[in-house]
C-alpha cells in the first residue's frame, strides 16, 4: 500500500522558510487501522500528523489527528493545514468545513493564509496560581490572574504572567507540571499557554508541555491560541492580536487572533509547503 503524503508550515513567516509549525497530512487515511494511523505519526515524531478521512456531519473533507501518542480531538495547525491539501486535492475552494472529533470547524482562505472559526470556549477550572507559579519556575508575583484551564475542544491551561520577560524566564519543572495531567486533551499531557501582552495589538506566548517526565515546548499552537481567545471572551474583551511564539525553540511564528463582540474567536496564519512524498506499508 503507497500512501501519499504533503509536509507543510503552519503559521510561517513569508520572508523564513523554516518557521511555524511543521506538519504532516496524509492525503487519505480511509484505509488504514488505528494502530496504522498512529504508528504513521510516530513514524513522522512531529507535534501532529494528519489523515485525511471521508467527512461527517455535512463537512467538506474530514480529518483524524495524531500526535505521537495519542488521538487528537481538536488542534489548530493541524486543522488550517489540512485545509489547504484539501482544497489543492479536491477543489473545494477557499471555504470549508473541517470534521474531527470536537465537531465541524468552519475554516477560510485568503490566498495561503486560513483563518478557522473555534467552537464556543467552555472555563474548566480555575487553578491556584503559586502552585502553577511554582511549576512554571516563576514566582507567584509574575502570574496574573484568573489562571484557568480553557477548552475549544482541545482543554489547557491559559496564564497570563506580568511581562514577556517572564514569558522567557518560565522553566517547567515537570515533576510539578504532573498535578496538572489528565486535565488536557489525553496522554496524560499538560499544555501550558505562558503569554503576555508585548505591545499595541501585540501578544508574545510560549507553549510548554510535560507528561510528568520530560519538557517539550510546541512552535505554534493554534489550539491554545483559540482557547486563549475564550479566556478573553471570559474576561469580557474583544480585539484582534498578532501572536508570536516559537522563537526559543528556532521556529518562530505568527498567529493572528481576533475575538468579536459577540464572542466569536478566530485563529489564522500563513500556510506554507514545503513537500510531498509516499510511504509504503
Known amino acids: ?22 506538519l504532516c497530512v496524509f492525503e487519505d487515511g480511509s484505509g488504514l487501522s488505528e494502530d496504522q494511523l498512529q504508528g504513521l505519526a510516530r513514524q513522522f515524531n ?39 491539501v484539501a482544497r489543492d486535492l479536491h ?40 502552585d502553577l507559579a511554582q511549576a512554571l519556575g516563576l514566582a507567584p508575583s509574575d502570574l496574573v490572574g484568573p489562571v484557568q484551564q ?3 475542544g482541545t482543554s ?21 507540571l504532573a498535578r496538572y495531567a489528565g ?25 510548554l508541555i510535560s507528561d510528568g517526565h520530560a519538557v517539550s515546548e510546541d512552535p505554534a499552537t493554534g489550539s491554545a491560541c483559540s482557547n486563549l481567545g475564550a479566556w478573553f471572551v471570559g474576561q469580557g474583551r474583544s480585539g484582534r492580536w498578532t501572536v508570536s511564539q516559537g522563537v526559543q525553540v528556532g521556529r518562530p511564528s505568527s498567529l493572528d487572533l481576533s475575538v468579536t463582540d459577540e464572542g466569536t474567536v478566530r485563529v ?3 500556510v506554507h509547503p514545503v513537500g510531498n512524498g509516499e510511504v509504503e506499508l
Open 91 to 130: 477543489g473545494l475552494g477557499d471555504r470549508l468545513g473541517l470534521s474531527m472529533p470536537a465537531g465541524v470547524i468552519p475554516v477560510e482562505a485568503d490566498g495561503d493564509r486560513w483563518t478557522l472559526t473555534a467552537n464556543a470556549g467552555r472555563i474548566e477550572a480555575e487553578l491556584a496560581i503559586d
Open 156 to 176: 489547557q491551561v491559559i496564564a497570563q504572567v506580568a511581562s514577556v520577560d517572564a514569558v522567557r524566564r518560565a522553566r517547567v519543572r515537570p515533576e510539578l
Open 1 to 22: 500500500m503507497r500512501l501519499r503524503y504533503r509536509l507543510l508550515n503552519v503559521f510561517a513567516l513569508a520572508s523564513d522558510p523554516f518557521s511555524g509549525n511543521p
Open 46 to 84: 512531529l507535534a501532529e500528523t494528519t489523515f485525511l478521512v471521508p467527512p461527517r456531519d455535512g463537512a467538506d473533507a474530514g480529518v483524524r489527528i495524531f500526535t505521537t501518542t495519542f488521538e487528537m480531538p481538536f488542534a489548530g495547525h493541524p486543522t488550517l493545514g489540512t485545509a489547504h
Open 150 to 152: 480553557v477548552s475549544v
Open 183 to 207: 486535565m488536557g486533551a489525553g496522554g496524560g499531557e499538560t499544555l501550558v499557554y505562558v503569554w503576555s501582552p508585548a505591545g499595541e495589538g501585540q501578544i508574545e506566548a510560549r507553549a
Open 268 to 270: 489564522g496564519g500563513l
